[in-house]
């Protein structure tokens, strides 16, 4: 298509989510769910939507980051962009002075992500398929071409994650299919979360069963007590045979961890989430090795695919808990999905936030169509609040999300609701 990128429009959006605690742990007891939002405008008329999640205050940081970026994103070509994505990235990222910044981490990261992410909903509608189908399309050497390898070869090899590929292809055709026909498996957060009482806990836990989920996952990491008193409410709740997560979003030494743990195993764990400081892959592996066989799950705030490297090749992460607005968007996502196909560890990503379940539906059913092939302990996140504000929402079938059939990464945020939302002077925020 001929055609350019003509501006890019930067939105601080802000949800109160801390007026009813959705959303609260032990680390983040009050969060206003949040996006750093981007429009890419074109002179064809199209509009590439993206966004990266943050929980409030600091929220104008990643505005300004993604503002930043994406003044290298005017001019650019559109058949340039969707013929090679992966080189559109690595252009964004080339200012070395707004690299420096990171590099590849913190705020800056967060822009790129959701500059990114925009370019990646333009693409989709330009060709006309939802992103995942885009990639799910690509043939291996055009999902190698986009990922920069200069620190990874020393884990995989883009010959190596070539071959893993290839070796995909010839199930493509029959996973799609049942794919569009059963959705993908879920497990729900929204029972779970630390500023809910015991009754309501208890009573969200049933009614998640009578809806039909079969995972279900709970904040602790607050107060060991209250944890196990909460852990065994939930699993009378529950009964027996079902999958209990637990989450301590960071709040615990590695030695807290493992106390923690042996404390709530009774109630047969099947993950224990963020465990510990989100950077520190040695007691990552120190505390996986101490709680086998339940799984450490990380990875929802690991910046770049360099850390997930780290994290797999230490035996350190059971559970890869991507997300879809922390690394550099996409194209560094389909990197992070070679590399734990590469050392078999299922990829659960991190969801719920603003907008998170609708970006990550895309890449769990790329991953399951072409890259790891396999739904086997793979589930996605589902929290269910704020989906309304989006023009093409998650669609569950039970406790499974439906494959999105709309061209673009399901990130369009409701004209109302940026009018709305937009901080601070949005009629949701106004007094």
């Known amino acids: ?39 890419l405008h074109t002179d064809v008329g199209l509009e590439g939507h993206g966004f990266t999640f943050t929980i409030g205050r600091g929220n104008e940081l990643a505005v300004a980051a993604a503002a930043a970026i994406g003044r290298r994103a005017r001019g650019r070509s559109i058949a340039e962009l969707v013929a090679d994505p992966g080189g559109f990235s690595r252009y964004l990222q080339a200012d070395s002075q707004l690299r420096w910044l990171g590099p590849a981490k913190g705020t800056i990261q967060l822009g790129l992500a959701a500059v990114v992410n925009a370019a990646w909903d333009l693409i989709g509608k330009v060709v006309g398929k939802p992103v995942w189908k885009v990639l799910a399309d690509m043939d291996p050497q055009e999902l190698v071409d986009l990922v920069d390898w200069r620190y990874l070869r020393d884990t995989l090899t883009p010959e190596a994650a070539r071959e893993m590929l290839e070796k995909q292809v010839p199930g493509r055709e029959e996973r799609e299919a049942r794919l569009r026909r059963e959705g993908y498996p879920a497990y729900t957060t929204s029972a779970g979360w630390l500023g809910y009482d015991d009754d309501k806990l ?3 836990c049933r009614e998640a069963v009578a809806a039909g989920w079969d995972s279900i996952k709970l904040k602790v990491g607050g107060d060991l007590a209250a944890d196990v ?9 529950i009964g027996p045979g079902r999958r209990l997560m ?12 493992v106390r923690w743990h042996e404390a709530l195993a009774p109630y047969d764990i099947w993950w224990f989430e963020e465990p510990t400081s989100p950077d520190d892959v040695l007691a990552h592996a120190a505390i996986a090795r101490a709680i086998a066989p339940t799984r450490v799950a990380t990875g929802e705030h690991a910046h770049n695919a360099v850390m997930f490297k780290q994290f797999l090749a230490a035996g350190a992460m059971g559970v890869c808990q991507l997300d879809a607005a922390r690394p550099g968007g996409v194209d560094e996502v389909v990197a992070v999905l070679l590399l734990a196909a590469a050392h078999d560890v299922p990829v659960c990503p991190h969801a719920g936030g603003v907008g998170l379940c609708e970006l990550v539906s895309h890449l769990s059913m790329f991953d399951y169509v072409a890259v790891s092939g396999s739904r086997e302990d793979r589930m996605i996140e589902y929290v269910d609040h704020l989906h309304e504000h989006f023009a093409d929402p998650v669609r569950l079938q039970g406790p499974a999300y439906l494959p999105s059939t709309r061209p673009g990464y399901s990130a369009e945020i409701l004209p109302a609701t940026r009018e709305a939302y937009a901080f601070p002077h949005g009629s949701a925020w106004a007094g």
């Open 246 to 257: 637990i989450d301590a979003n960071q709040t615990l030494g590695a030695a807290d961890a």
């Open 229 to 237: 008193r909460r852990c065994a409410l939930a699993r009378e709740a």
């Open 202 to 204: 208890a009573r969200l």
């Open 1 to 39: 298509m001929d055609g350019v990128i003509v501006d890019v429009e930067t939105v601080d959006l802000r949800f109160p989510t801390s007026r009813a605690l959705d959303g609260s742990d032990a680390m983040n007891e009050a969060p206003d769910y949040s996006a750093a939002y981007v429009v």
